[in-house]
DNA sequence: AAATATATTTAGACTTGGCTAAAAATAGTA
DNA sequence: TACTATTTTTAGCCAAGTCTAAATATATTT
């Protein structure tokens, strides 16, 4: 139906929106898919003339329903292959993100379905990320970065903005997945850092590395 | 590495090496295919250059073992992946074909080994054709066509040669699938069509049907 | 408000993989 | 052997998606 290339551009839009709510820069697209500007100009161009965005020159894109609704569709069965990859196939979480972009382009919803159902009809991909529904709505849940929290709170690891390797082995040397309990033991409001406690260790963390776990306070 | 493109072109002029023996005309190409000679040529020319297969102008190509690896790669994972369709997903053996054609070109070489593994290492897609290993190696079975075989002879369904769901969908209405015994109870010279037992039924087949049904003789 | 900087678009080119139409080689037949 | 039919290749064109360089809008500064 929809090329791999218009698929990603789609996908790329439908985040950038997320993030920064409102029209999304030709800059910003250009930059998320490592592409040149130019090459997004016209990309969009074709993308509005088949009613998946709207576009005014010089004033940014947003995804209309019909775009949104397949690129949630992308998205949903990225989620969902890397919880088949990381439940079934015994992957380590920081390595399925590549190989689900791959898999995010197969076409069929019969698999997709069967899939879903294969994997116990999850909610949540392995680095807390909601998967969106057959209708390509998403559950969103209120949770904070953990930079927001104050000292002596505490909360449950929901979910990790950042999903690089490098980010997801350094929250595995610490013990720290979804569900990780972790609370605030100090904060420094100079350079944001904090020392936090998780299980029976404490340690110190940069405001980069608080600023990518999402926790949820109960 | 390769594109679809060449995968697709590789795996097509394996095939055609397999059923041959021997060089495969740009003609046998361009139809399995579905395309063009003039498409083929071209490919075939690009191909030959990355040393995957050799070529000589009208005289037809062969793959190099460089590109029979690749072929056979390529297969590997159509067929492990029809096997995951197939047993964990539950699909029907008739309805994997395509998605199979898709999933075959994702690039991963742990992803294929942790796969296997999760399988069970099987030695056979559901459709009865062999699993290449990851060096590319074909356990080749000895089979016979159903068609080939006498009066009074009988064997056990191994594989089928065509996988299109009409014929599939044919065998499953007459309880014919891999590890079916069959009996020859009649044969006519004059078309090739067979009286055969199955179970407790006896039917009549057509040569065309017995032409795609695989046999083991024991 | 004018000047400069930044963001965006346009124009033209390139690559991949496909096509059609015409030319050339091989095969088949009288 | 010569003529015809078939197969294969060449040449030129097209669409998708990308790029560079140049032009144009918008934003920011002075």
Redesign the interface.
Known sequence: MFSLAEENYLKAIFHLQQESKGGVSTNAIAEKMSTKPSSVTDMVQKLAEKKLLSYQKYKGTSLTSKGSKIAAGVIRKHRLWEVF?VD????HWD?VH??AE??EH???D??VA??DR?LGEPDFDPHGDPIPDKNGNIKTTEKKLLSELDKKQRGVCVGVKETKSEFLQYLDKRNITIGTKIRVLGKEFFDGSMIIQVGRDQFFISKKIADNLYIQTS
Chains 1, 2 share one sequence.
């Open positions: 990859l079934k196939l015994k992957f390595e590549e190989i791959q898999l197969i076409q069929s019969e698999l069967r899939l294969f």
